[in-house]
């Protein structure tokens, strides 16, 4: 359900909404889409960790029909004053046009994973487990 504050425009947000859902279904038609999910708040390695991840992803499933989402990409574009609160939104937003999460290990030990993970699970969306 959408919600309008009293400035917005209905026809604006529906046109909006339609825009999103058709764009989102064209892109689930043509490439699966993989996030990755692990602890990063107080892991020095991280970034090297989601990067060997996002490889052996595609090495798995191949370049072709794959798209995967990396959230330590995202925190790059971020403003160095960014919250966690505000970097967990976009990375929701993220997560959201997705098909699949993976779990890296220590996923149990990090607060956003576990938020990462319930709201995947939510979705319907399948997870799988680093091995």
Known sequence: MIMLSAKENPASVFTSACIYEMARFVWRATKMR???SGPITGIKDFEERFLKAESEIRE??????????NPC??????PVNTSWQQYMDVTLQCLRGCDLIYMLHGW???????????YAEGSGMRVIYEP
Not at 61 to 69: L, M, Q, S, T
Not at 108 to 118: D, M, P, Y
């Open 34 to 36: 993989v996030y990755i």
């Open 60 to 69: 798995k499933y191949g370049n072709d029909g794959i798209e995967v989402i």
């Open 73 to 78: 990409k995202v925190n790059y574009l971020m």
């Open 108 to 118: 149990q030990n990090s607060k956003g994973a576990q938020i990462e993970k319930l």
